[in-house]
T-cell receptor, first 118, second 114 residues
Framework: EAGVTQFPSHSVIEKGQTVTLRCDPI?????LYWYRRVMGKEIKFLLHFVKESKQDESGMPNNRFLAERTGGTYSTLKVQPAELEDSGVYFC????????????????FGAGSRLTVL | AQKITQTQPGMFVQEKEAVTLDCTYD???????LFWYKQPSSGEMIFLIY??????QNATEGRYSLNFQKARKSANLVISASQLGDSAMYFCAMRARGDYKLSFGAGTTVTVRA
């Protein structure tokens, strides 16, 4: 099966511009997650979708970040306007329905979208 | 809140030798899961191994084994018979029961030398 696909792999924008990152999860995975790794620090959770609903968005840094998952398939993460501190790698992951804590419910990650804000 | 600590930012290992990557964690949860992921230069995060906090046996997956010491709150990854393709960054992560969020350590870069 196809894995988690993220686009673009790398985006370079200027401060104040807008960027939209896209994630295509594994087909049939209800759970979709966004994570971010900034400047070599720990990978941090941003938010979690169950189908099209936001289950947990406690990790979203501020209202310049907007995530959507229309129809419960692919997801987009928009940063508007981008700031220098938004530079980093944005990971998307997906997992099957249910499970939650279960060890069988392993998150499958994409290769990430590297965002550079100048 | 959970905190994962990986104290080794980088390691070198000779091909065919074993390497141990340290991971300690801090949590007040009684039930949780521990994960290791590998990130090669391609960028994709690859799941390697899982250990449940109530599992009595240490997890093993091929050349990967997890040395789980619950009382010490450590979950070290052991890679046996290292291969050049094992060169990558390795992340330790955990998730509490009932939670979907993973908490990650800072990662350890492993370089395998021929």
């Amino acid at each position: 099966e196809a894995g988690v696909t993220q686009f673009p792999s790398h985006s370079v924008i200027e401060k104040g511009q807008t960027v939209t990152l896209r994630c295509d999860p594994i087909s049939g995975h209800d759970n979709l997650y966004w994570y971010r790794r900034v400047m070599g620090k720990e990978i941090k959770f941003l938010l979690h979708f169950v189908k099209e609903s936001k289950q947990d968005e406690s990790g979203m840094p501020n209202n310049r970040f907007l995530a959507e998952r229309t129809g419960g398939t692919y997801s987009t993460l928009k940063v508007q306007p981008a700031e220098l501190e938004d530079s980093g790698v944005y990971f998307c992951a997906s997992s099957p329905r249910g499970g939650g804590y279960s060890g069988a419910n392993v998150l499958t990650f994409g290769a990430g979208s590297r965002l550079t804000v100048l | 809140a959970q905190k994962i600590t990986q104290t080794q930012p980088g390691m070198f290992v000779q091909e065919k030798e074993a390497v141990t990557l340290d991971c300690t964690y801090d949590t007040s949860d009684q039930s949780y899961g521990l994960f290791w992921y590998k990130q090669p230069s391609s960028g994709e995060m690859i799941f390697l191994i899982y250990q449940g906090s109530y599992d009595e046996q240490n997890a093993t997956e091929g050349r990967y084994s997890l040395n789980f010491q619950k009382a010490r709150k450590s979950a070290n990854l052991v890679i046996s018979a290292s291969q050049l393709g094992d060169s990558a960054m390795y992340f330790c992560a955990m998730r509490a029961r009932g939670d979907y969020k993973l908490s990650f350590g800072a990662g350890t870069t492993v370089t395998v030398r021929a």
